[in-house]
């Protein structure tokens, strides 16, 4: 079984991001081949900074190895290091038909916002489904925000083995529901978007601060509280022992227990929950070879199986 995930470079990594998408497909390299990249010609719809870009890709590939990435087990690459994902797009662009994309929901959002929206931003879920159908992929676990883009990917390869005939796999998404929607520091979902997050290599005063002005209601600190409606609560629950976690929540609904309170215990929490990680990550910055070499192998890699995917695909079209 193949699974495959991408993630965009965007600077930091938060815990949305990490228990939404990063643990479950760390998780999947024991169960299956996993592939996994970079997705830098994304971000580029929305990112015109080249050298922003080009650092963020670097910060990316460190956090991944950090957080368990294991470029020996899996396939491991940068998105544009397989310049061949972009002459896939344009085939499948062909059996794609506008009223798919004009559907999809970053798009939507934007025009909703009045931004206008650019031809590659229109075209995203296209390149997403190049990604996923070059490697033959049977299962991408995603967030439930990118559920749609799997779907229109299904739509596209099933659409291009009836015209062509059948070279794509059919890929499924798969969404850890309970680990769905992890909410921010003001309760809503939390995304770079909404400024909203707890980053998981930030420095420590920052992610502290970050974590004393999750937004409360007023209950007054004698007053008991339901820790089911708090987000602190919710938060401490993804990473604290589960005694940790009761114990939380009887404090909270015996009164007397203050949200400044919980939250100190959910920042040390996430410190001491992150640490073996972060010290992986300071390790892994002192080589500084070591991002060259994990991409150009990553590369070398996922290059050769996609081949196989395109020289079937150009002679179905009739380019070869
Ligand atoms: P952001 O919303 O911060 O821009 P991205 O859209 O880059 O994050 O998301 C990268 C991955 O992390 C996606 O697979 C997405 O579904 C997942 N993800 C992001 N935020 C969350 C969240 N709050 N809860 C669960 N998963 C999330
Ligand atoms: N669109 C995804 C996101 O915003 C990133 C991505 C690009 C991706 N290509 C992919 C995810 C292929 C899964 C499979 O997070």
Not at 44 to 57: I, N, Q, R, S, V
Not at 183 to 193: A, E, T, W
Not at 195 to 217: L, P, Q, Y
């Amino acid at each position: 079984m193949r699974i495959l995930s991408g993630i965009k470079p965007s600077g930091t990594i938060h815990i949305g991001n990490y228990l939404g998408m990063i643990k479950p497909m760390v998780a999947s390299q024991s169960r299956g081949e996993l592939f996994c990249f970079v997705a830098n010609l994304h971000s580029l719809t929305t990112m015109f900074d080249g050298k922003k870009m080009a650092e963020y890709t670097h910060e990316a590939i460190l956090d991944l190895l950090a957080l368990g990435i294991d470029p020996d087990r899996s396939v491991f690459w940068v998105q544009s290091d397989v310049p061949e994902v972009t002459e896939l797009t344009w085939y499948l662009s062909n059996v794609t038909a506008v009223g798919l994309l004009e559907r999809c929901h970053a798009y939507k959002d934007a025009v909703a916002k009045d931004i206008p929206p650019n031809q590659g931003l229109f075209s995203y879920p296209v390149l997403m489904a190049a990604d996923i159908l070059l490697y033959q992929s049977n299962l991408v676990p995603v967030g439930r925000d990118q559920k749609q883009h799997v779907e229109v990917t299904r739509d596209i390869a099933l659409r291009f083995n009836s015209t062509y005939g059948d070279v794509f796999a059919i890929p499924e998404p798969e969404i850890t529901e309970s680990l769905a929607v992890i909410p921010g520091i003001d309760g809503q979902k939390m995304s770079k978007s909404y400024g909203n997050t707890i980053e998981i290599f930030g420095e420590e005063k920052a992610i502290r601060k970050k974590i004393m002005s999750i937004v409360t209601d007023p209950t007054p600190v004698e007053a008991p509280k339901n820790p089911d409606a708090s987000t602190i609560y919710s938060l401490y629950q993804l990473f604290a022992a589960t005694d940790r976690t009761q114990l939380m929540a009887e404090k909270f609904r015996a009164g007397g227990y203050g949200y400044g309170d919980a939250k100190k215990e959910l920042f040390s929490v996430l410190w001491e929950y992150f640490k073996p990680f972060r010290e992986k990550r300071a390790e892994l910055a002192r080589d500084p070879e070591c991002v060259a070499r994990v991409r150009a192998k990553g590369a070398e890699k996922a290059r050769t199986i996609a081949l196989q995917t395109l020289n079937k695909v150009r002679e179905l079209v009739g380019v070869l």
